[in-house]
């Protein structure tokens, strides 16, 4: 799963253009929206559409559940990985 962390740490920096960051710089468990990382909601978008892309692995802005789902790099990876073993 570590693995799965870290292409997904590189999918954000990458997706939303933040190069002044590396993967040791986003911590796993961490909040990606509000005192977090600092994303909002175009970023979202944006990183919802790069999973999409990477993983084939659509994440349904109106399903209650997605606000959980991008609450961590933790959250992504388990809903990723959920998804690509059905």
């Not at 002044?20 to 559409?49: H, K, V, Y």
């Not at 990477?54 to 789902?69: F, G």
Request: a negative charge.
């Amino acid at each position: 799963m570590e693995q799965l962390h870290d292409e997904i740490k590189q999918l954000i920096i990458d997706a939303l253009n933040l190069e002044d960051l590396s993967i040791d710089d986003i911590e796993t468990e961490a909040p990606l929206f509000g005192d977090g990382l600092g994303l909002d909601s175009i970023d979202a978008l944006e990183l919802g559409l790069a999973i999409k892309k990477k993983y084939n692995v659509l994440i349904d802005a109106d399903d209650s559940n997605t606000r959980n789902h991008f609450s961590s790099v933790e959250n992504l990876a388990k809903y990723i990985s959920s998804q690509n073993n059905d």
